[in-house]
């Protein structure tokens, strides 16, 4: 892990300094200096967000930063992501990203994966008072959604759809609502999917596992892996003709697919909206 090397380089310097002099930890001080200034501008600059004005534009200085900063921490912590299906991203227009929800980590992972999308997530209404995160998310158009009040949460869908038919971001989203715990995953809340429909845009699929390990094998100091994986993509024309549970439904059953029974939860196999829309046929 290039973390533990780093440390070592430094005590071996520290170790030589009586020896050799001062100068021979002018290179760590300069190192040590340039990322402590680094940090100390993003915290000023997080500082200046006001998080209760709405982000009419995405900013291409807080995108620009979250893309580096997301690579050095990667780089230092020695986390290698594996990407596969990355080919079948539209190359043009807008889309709605779907992917399951392991860790608070994952949408770090997926601003890194697709960087050039323009991603603006749905997140929890905490996630405004996250330090450096909940302004830099702000700045890059996130909408934040009352998952306990059906009035307020579609104010967020409908915010959404105009992001998209505006052309200002692609909106990326969990639809289980709620991390997985146990890494299995749950059934999704379809409404999420009007996005799409309403914005006639198509649905990229995604899974993303290991984001769960990272933290306690850097306590460890071992290096982690990531997999993210684009499962495929559903067409504009195929989602604005089906029904958004069906829809739901099917997009469950890719993701499963490709991670596996495994992970398949133990709730009932089809999806209650859907159990009831066919009983009442």
């Known amino acids: 892990m290039r973390l533990v090397y780093i440390l070592l380089i430094s005590l071996i310097l520290a170790a030589l300094t009586p020896v050799f002099g001062g100068w021979m930890l002018l290179p760590l001080v300069a190192v040590v200096g340039f990322l402590a200034l680094v940090f100390l501008l993003v915290v000023v600059l997080c500082a200046t967000v006001d998080q209760e004005k ?15 900063i997301v690579r050095v921490v990667l780089f230092l912590i020695s986390c290698k992501v594996r990407t596969k299906g990355m080919e079948k991203l539209p190359k043009d227009g807008r889309f709605l990203l779907l992917c399951n929800h392991i860790h608070d980590l994952d949408p770090a992972f997926l601003l890194h994966c697709f960087p050039d999308s323009g991603l603006a997530f749905i997140a929890k209404r905490e996630t405004k008072n996250y330090f450096i995160i909940g302004p830099v998310l702000h700045r890059l158009q996130c ?18 759809i105009q992001l998209v038919k505006e052309d200002r971001a692609s909106i ?17 809340r379809s409404g999420v999917l009007k996005i799409a429909q309403k914005a006639n845009v198509s649905i990229v699929v995604c899974t993303i596992r290991g984001t769960k390990q990272v933290l306690p094998k850097l306590k460890k100091l071992r290096p982690a892996a990531v997999d993210v994986h684009l499962v495929d993509v559903i067409p504009a024309e195929q989602v604005k003709a089906a029904n958004t549970v069906e829809l739901a439904e099917q997009v469950y059953e890719m993701m499963i697919a490709d991670m596996g ?4 939860s ?16």
């Open 54 to 68: 709405e982000q009419e534009q995405d900013s291409k200085l807080f995108r620009w930063l979250a893309k580096w």
């Open 143 to 160: 909408q934040l959604i009352n998952r306990e009040n059906d009035k307020e949460a579609l104010k967020t869908i409908l915010k959404c």
């Open 266 to 281: 133990d709730e009932k196999a089809m999806h209650p909206d859907l159990q009831r829309q066919r009983m009442e046929q």
């Open 261 to 264: 029974e495994e992970y398949r």
């Open 172 to 188: 990326a989203v969990f639809p289980e609502g709620y991390v997985s715990l146990d890494g299995k995953l749950r059934h999704f």
